[in-house]
């Protein structure tokens, strides 16, 4: 087993999810020289867009003011993109302190949380610190968020979360599903629907929803398709009132100047949106379909993440592959012989095949 020390992750600039619950023997391997290839954290391989990048350097000479006119000026830009109030919109340093803070806001030790499985651990981690119980529900043979089930789970559910495509399998589960959890989940309980990887596929968002819905929260992030996993940029979209018990636990959780004029920027750069969704498709397309033909079952990914079921138990491919500096993962305790593949570029998918073949026998 490669040893991973918290430090090490740090240093290496990982969102991680959580650090008092995160099981390191899944959180993957060490980081390794500059070669290393990072297919693990769902990041962007291509970084910032250039005019995001030219709106943080000039944010620099602003850095002595507080941020909070540049946070209003990106909640007031996203909510006219998507015609709505951008009193409907909450900036936050990450999407991941809104979903923690929409944990405690909507969940208690009386009303639990209810979330597929597998999916992003991070609203359960935040829970059971919280000591609200936890029902996880299996995705269903589509791979999809098994709605009926979901909402079967805990009529005292204070919250429901979907992740729409979800993380890891990056698999889709229709609106209608949605529309359904919406209109049938338990009384007084919110639906957190979190788009981290929306724009990455074709499906519609929740976001307008919430002008007629004010128990639905839907969550974004700069951190995937816009590259800025690193400069701490999320959003929460909602009623004003469901995104004022979100600020009483961290109103004050907002971004630095120039990340939130990188979102800006990114928001502002139509043409970046299309030309990245075509490279991620492209990439996870071509990698699916190299896997499927030396036999292996991938997940009918939308996303920038896919899984692959190695027919073997997944943890020790992905040591195997990082002794190789490709950086894979993570593997689900409930799903041991499959693993995620963040999609890189085209070199990367490339160079992630040669090490992959060389390193995992084709399934007959
Ligand atoms: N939600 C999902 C589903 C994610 O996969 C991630 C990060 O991997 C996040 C939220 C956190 O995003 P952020 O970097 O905005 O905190």
């Known amino acids: 087993?490669?040893?991973?020390?918290?430090?090490?992750?740090?240093?290496?600039?990982?969102?991680?999810?959580?650090?008092?619950?995160?099981?390191w023997a899944h959180a993957g391997p060490a980081p390794a020289?500059?070669?290393?290839?990072?297919?693990?954290?769902?990041?962007?391989?291509?970084?910032?867009?250039?005019?995001?990048?030219?709106?943080?350097?000039?944010?620099?000479?602003?850095?002595?003011?507080?941020?909070?006119?540049?946070?209003?000026?990106?909640?007031?830009?996203?909510?006219?993109?998507?015609?709505?109030?951008?009193?409907?919109?909450?900036?936050?340093a990450g999407s991941m302190a809104a979903l923690r803070y929409a944990v405690l806001a909507f969940t208690s030790p009386t009303r639990g949380l209810v979330m597929p499985t597998p999916s992003y651990e991070v609203p359960h981690q935040s829970a059971q610190a919280w000591r609200a119980p936890v029902r996880e529900v299996s995705l269903n043979?589509?791979?999809?968020?098994?709605?009926?089930?979901?909402?079967?789970?805990?009529?005292?559910?204070?919250?429901?979360?979907?992740?729409?495509?979800?993380?890891?399998?990056?698999?889709?589960?229709?609106?209608?599903?949605?529309?359904?959890?919406?209109?049938?989940?338990?009384?007084?309980?919110?639906?957190?629907?979190?788009?981290?990887?929306?724009?990455?596929?074709?499906a519609p968002s929740c976001v307008s929803w919430v002008t007629d819905h004010d128990d639905l929260l839907v969550l974004r992030t700069f951190s995937k398709i816009y590259g800025m996993a690193g400069a701490r940029v999320g959003l929460a979209i909602g009623h004003p009132a469901l995104l004022e018990r979100l600020a009483v636990f961290g109103g004050d959780n907002v971004p630095a100047g120039a990340s939130l004029m990188g979102a800006q920027a990114s928001l502002e750069d139509i043409r970046l949106l299309p030309r990245r969704k075509a490279l991620n498709a492209q990439a996870r397309d071509e990698t699916i379909a190299w896997l499927k033909g030396r036999g292996f079952t991938c997940?009918?990914?939308?996303?920038?993440?896919?899984?692959?079921?190695?027919?073997?138990?997944?943890?020790?491919?992905?040591?195997?592959?990082?002794?190789?500096?490709?950086?894979?993962?993570?593997?689900?305790?409930?799903?041991?012989?499959?693993?995620?593949?963040?999609?890189?570029?085209?070199?990367?998918?490339?160079?992630?095949?040669?090490?992959?073949?060389?390193?995992?026998?084709?399934?007959?």
């Open 141 to 202: 043979a589509e791979h999809a968020h098994d709605i009926p089930a979901m909402l079967a789970a805990n009529p005292q559910a204070g919250m429901l979360y979907l992740c729409n495509p979800n993380n890891p399998t990056g698999t889709l589960t229709p609106t209608e599903a949605i529309r359904h959890a919406l209109a049938n989940k338990p009384k007084g309980s919110v639906l957190v629907v979190d788009e981290a990887y929306i724009d990455f596929c074709d």
């Open 33 to 92: 020289p500059s070669d290393t290839l990072r297919l693990n954290y769902n990041e962007s391989p291509y970084g910032p867009s250039a005019s995001a990048r030219d709106a943080m350097q000039r944010a620099i000479t602003a850095a002595g003011r507080y941020p909070y006119p540049h946070m209003y000026a990106l909640a007031a830009l996203f909510a006219q993109q998507q015609g709505i109030a951008e009193e409907q919109v909450a900036v936050f």
């Open 1 to 23: 087993m490669v040893s991973v020390s918290r430090r090490s992750l740090l240093a290496f600039g990982a969102a991680l999810p959580v650090l008092g619950h995160l099981n």
């Open 299 to 364: 997940t009918a990914s939308q996303s920038n993440c896919f899984m692959v079921d190695l027919k073997q138990p997944a943890e020790q491919v992905v040591e195997r592959l990082a002794a190789h500096h490709v950086l894979v993962g993570r593997v689900w305790s409930n799903w041991p012989q499959w693993m995620r593949v963040t999609v890189g570029n085209k070199h990367e998918m490339a160079r992630f095949r040669e090490v992959f073949a060389a390193q995992v026998e084709p399934v007959s």
